[in-house]
């Protein structure tokens, strides 16, 4: 089992930058493929960006791809999620999770693939 933490959120005007880190306890944090997604207010959870094991591939949604880099460090256990150009349309509650079962090489997109999730933390974005 992993215990997961996000922190980093907060307020940006468009156009701005947010750095989000997931710190991670528990079980060999490398064992997991890392995601972030994001919920808006009466939207479903969707899928932001995903990390390999080993950090050696990525994948992200087409709405943050060029904008968003996911990262991992996993001698510090950690993953990050560096946000630029962010626009009204990120503002949402973003999770970090953990899949186990996860491919490497696919890196699921569907959120019921990964067991294990943080508390959320909150990206609002002004314009």
């Known amino acids: 089992q992993v215990q997961l933490e996000e922190s980093g959120g907060g307020l940006v005007q468009a156009g701005g930058s947010l750095r989000l880190s997931c710190a991670a306890s528990?079980?060999?944090?490398?064992?997991?493929?890392m995601g972030w997604f994001r919920q808006a207010p009466g939207k479903e959870r969707e899928f932001v960006a995903a990390?390999?094991?080993?950090?050696?591939?990525?994948r992200y949604a087409d709405s943050v791809k060029g904008r968003f880099t996911i990262s991992r460090d996993n001698a510090k256990n950690t993953v990050h999620l560096q946000m630029h150009s962010l626009n009204a349309e990120d503002t949402a509650v973003y999770y970090c999770?953990?899949?186990?079962?996860?491919?490497?090489?696919?890196?699921?997109?569907?959120?019921?693939?990964?067991?294990?999730w943080g508390q959320g933390t909150q990206v609002t974005v002004s314009s």
């Open positions: 528990g079980r060999t944090f490398s064992s997991y493929v």
């Open positions: 990390i390999s094991r080993s950090g050696d591939n990525t």
């Open positions: 999770a953990a899949g186990e079962y996860v491919s490497s090489w696919s890196l699921s997109s569907y959120w019921y693939h990964y067991a294990y």
